[in-house]
């Protein structure tokens, strides 16, 4: 009796709030960006008065995010779930997906809760949900944003048929460090690339109004330079200068931010002796304040309660304070919001009214997505059934799989193959369909759905004319002493021996790359090398085809076999789209987004290092004083930018339309590009400048343009790109964001090592 007369009276003051609806309201600290398309009046309205009438455990269930059993990505799983919902003290649900599935917990939320305000579905939705496409890593090689954002508008068209209204992508972290198994997750080591990738992204993802039902919110993550962890361990220490941090690290965050991305996850690391996710300078005085960003932040996988482990606060109610007094939105499965911010909140260590901005927050997503419209609009049946794998989905990836592998070695034009070539395929790689689609795939099929090399194969040229042998077998944990056994060695040598010429499908495990799969040896693992080495005793020509996800070691392949395909785990259709390539029915046009080292030792290593004060010149071999190792040069294996075609491009007449750039004038630069060689096909032109001189010291070079150009056998197309004083700016000594006056260089051409290049200044 004691408790409706509560609940009444909760009611009646809510009844009063609504009908002074208009008055002024103190909780409107975020308003929806104007991208994201709502009646941001209406929506204010509404949710002041909801808000208003919510009582602190209601709004404290809004700040829980928990996992479903339907899949799991973390260390933990409160398997109670189901009666939290309906308890309304979880108002957000990851790692739930199926329109049924969906539907039957949304109904628990709705049905049982006082408020009936609906969960929010969340899931890693990174590279398809059900069609796979290559790995973020793959498909930024392709460098053609308009098929990364085609991507992740299909992974959002099929998400949003299974009942998902969030992804947990973008991962925008610039990477460097190829141990760090997260470089798969990325688009590479360069800032303005990765800039223009996780704003395709978003735009794939969110779509131009997020109220359509087949859009889904974004979150950029992990907030911030995660991928700068130390020895490239996962979870690892960073310390930055905050030059670098700005300079490197943070401009993705800021142009998704830009974009309009939804929402932000905060990452696992710390950052200077700050964990990112009690970090106040990244959470509030950069990313509220700076940039003004206004949707919520979302933890990682309990990075909340992590904040013990690492020593910053003593207990997990202290994390939480922490957190929240940060701008913390929302808890990933810590459980630490639901255990203490109501004490906190009694104790006077934490605000309501900063609960209440934290709260609108997530609401406001919730009205944009139209759920409290129509709570079940995402969880339909027939959509699911529609738009899952339809045969356009499959073709987009089979054609941005193609788009992503990149050529690193055609010796005597080995490839393309003609079709009636005997063929030896070898390697335990080679009929993997796990292995084909990478890890955070999502809810992709891990059986039958995904294309192997072999099948693609068999289905361009026949089983007649294939003999397939594994040869070596892998194994996640591997250890160096794991790898002398070579039972399957004589099979393989037996099918090499029939063939024209060997095929050798190798690389990585698909759990070699990704979340905590860090390596500390970036040659083949396993065996495959020593496969390679008895293969070759048979003198035939061999191609590798690698799987995996991060610049490998491959400096003895490069010599010594005779074509090498970078393939990266390209997903669902991965073994048609090889094969495609293989015989020449997709000519390779991916380009490397990140550099492949000659040896671990120079590691960390990227194209826009800086130039030292004793630099070797590339020509000189060696010369004691110089900025160089003993053993091996300065230079990568394969610079960032590289990558092959079976035909050849010219770059000729590099024409500046002014000598002199200023801030209100810009200068438009073009160059003439030939195909030059046998066959019809696509050129990434990139544009690189170099600051001379600067208040600090510059790159030798940054990326500022490119262009992914189609150009028919024997024709030349002029490229143009424009360059404006924007273009120029840096942090300079005073840590202002600025371009200087001074002399630039500018270079065009294949890759980063181009040589035509031409002079201007800035005014
Ligand atoms: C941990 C990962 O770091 C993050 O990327 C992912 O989104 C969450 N787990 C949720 O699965």
Not at 243 to 252: A, G, I, N, V
Not at 323 to 348: C, F, H, P, R, T
Not at 522 to 528: S, V
Not at 561 to 580: K, N, S, V
Request: net charge negative; with cysteine; proline share 4%.
């Amino acid at each position: 009796m004691k408790n409706r007369v509560i609940l009444l009276l909760v009611f009646a003051v809510g009844i009063y709030f609504i009908s002074t609806i208009y008055s002024n309201s103190n909780l409107k600290e975020s308003n929806l960006p104007k991208s994201w398309k709502v009646n941001d009046e209406i929506i204010n309205l509404k949710i002041d008065s909801l808000i208003k009438i919510m009582t602190l455990d209601e709004k404290i269930g809004q700040t829980v995010l928990l996992t479903s059993t339907r899949d799991v990505t973390g260390p933990s799983v409160n398997k109670n779930y189901e009666r939290l919902i309906k308890e309304g003290k979880v108002g957000n649900i990851f790692n739930a997906y199926g329109a049924e599935f969906t539907k039957g917990l949304q109904k628990m939320a709705v049905e049982n809760t006082r408020l009936g305000i609906p969960l929010l579905f969340g899931y890693d939705v990174i590279h398809g949900h059900k069609t796979i496409f290559p790995i973020s890593l793959g498909e930024s090689a392709s460098f053609d944003l308009e098929a990364i954002e085609k991507s992740s508008r299909i992974a959002a068209i099929e998400a949003s048929s299974e009942g998902l209204h969030w992804t947990f992508a973008p991962m925008i972290d610039i990477a460097r460090d190829p141990r760090w198994g997260r470089v798969s997750e990325g688009s590479g080591e360069d800032v303005y690339y990765g800039c223009e990738v996780a704003k395709a992204r978003i735009r794939g993802f969110q779509g131009s109004d997020l109220k359509n039902i087949n859009t889904i919110l974004a979150c950029a993550k992990h907030y911030a330079a995660y991928g700068a962890t130390q020895a490239g361990r996962d979870y690892h220490t960073v310390d930055l200068s905050d030059r670098e941090l700005r300079t490197t690290y943070l401009p993705p965050f800021k142009a998704a931010v830009d974009q309009g991305v939804a929402t932000f996850m905060t990452s696992f690391n710390e950052l200077n002796g700050v964990p990112a996710t009690g970090n106040k300078y990244l959470l509030k005085d950069i990313l509220r304040n700076e940039w003004g960003f206004k949707g919520f932040v979302v933890t990682d996988y309990q990075s909340i309660n992590e904040m013990v482990a690492h020593g910053i606060v003593e207990n997990n109610k202290d994390a939480a304070e922490l957190a929240i007094n940060v701008g913390v939105d929302m808890d990933l499965q810590g459980e630490v919001y639901s255990k203490y911010l109501k004490e906190l909140i009694e104790e006077g260590k934490v605000s309501e009214d900063q609960l209440n901005i934290t709260v609108r927050r997530i609401l406001e997503l919730k009205y944009a997505l139209g759920l409290f419209e129509d709570p079940y609009r995402y969880s339909n049946i027939e959509r699911q059934e529609k738009n899952i794998m339809t045969e356009e989905h499959l073709e987009a990836a089979r054609d941005i799989a193609r788009k992503s592998m990149v050529l690193l070695k055609n010796n005597n034009n080995t490839m393309p193959l003609s079709k009636d070539t005997k063929i030896a395929l070898i390697g335990s790689l080679a009929n993997s369909e796990r292995d084909m689609i990478g890890s955070w795939s999502g809810a992709g099929k891990h059986k039958d759905d995904p294309v192997t090399v072999l099948e693609g194969f068999i289905e361009k040229i026949g089983k007649e004319n294939i003999f397939y042998a594994e040869g070596t077998k892998l194994n996640r944990y591997m250890r160096r002493t794991d790898a002398s056994n070579k039972s399957g060695f004589n099979e393989a040598i037996n099918a090499a021996k029939k063939a024209d010429i060997i095929v050798a499908a190798m690389g990585e495990l698909q759990s070699m790359s990704g979340e905590a799969s860090c390596r500390t040896d970036l040659d083949l693992p396993g065996n495959q090398k020593e496969l390679l080495v008895e293969l070759k005793k048979l003198n035939k020509p061999i191609i590798l085809i690698l799987l995996n996800g991060r610049p490998l070691t491959l400096e003895w392949e490069d010599q010594e076999m005779d074509a090498i395909l970078e393939a990266w785990f390209p997903g669902t259709m991965g073994g048609h789209a090889i094969a495609d390539i293989v015989f020449g029915d997709a000519i390779p046009s991916g380009k490397l987004p990140v550099t492949f080292p000659r040896s671990l030792g120079q590691v960390p290593i990227y194209y826009n290092m800086k130039n030292t004060g004793r630099p070797i010149d590339p020509n000189e071999k060696v010369n004691p004083y110089k900025s160089m190792y003993l053993d091996n040069p300065n230079s990568p294996l394969y610079p960032f930018g590289y990558g092959l075609s079976y035909t050849t491009f010219q770059y000729s007449n590099l024409v500046l339309s002014n000598d002199h750039i200023t801030n209100t004038k810009e200068i438009r630069v073009s160059v003439n590009v030939k195909n030059t060689g046998e066959y019809d096909g696509e050129e990434v032109v990139q544009l690189y400048i170099k600051d001379l001189v600067g208040s600090v010291t510059r790159p030798v070079r940054e990326l500022k343009g490119f262009q992914k150009v189609f150009i028919e056998k024997g024709k030349t197309k002029t490229v143009e790109f424009e360059l404006t004083g924007e273009d120029l700016k840096f942090y300079d000594i005073n840590m202002d964001y600025v371009a200087e006056p001074g002399d630039f260089k500018l270079f065009i051409g294949c890759n980063s090592n181009a040589t035509l290049s031409s002079e201007f200044t800035y005014q």
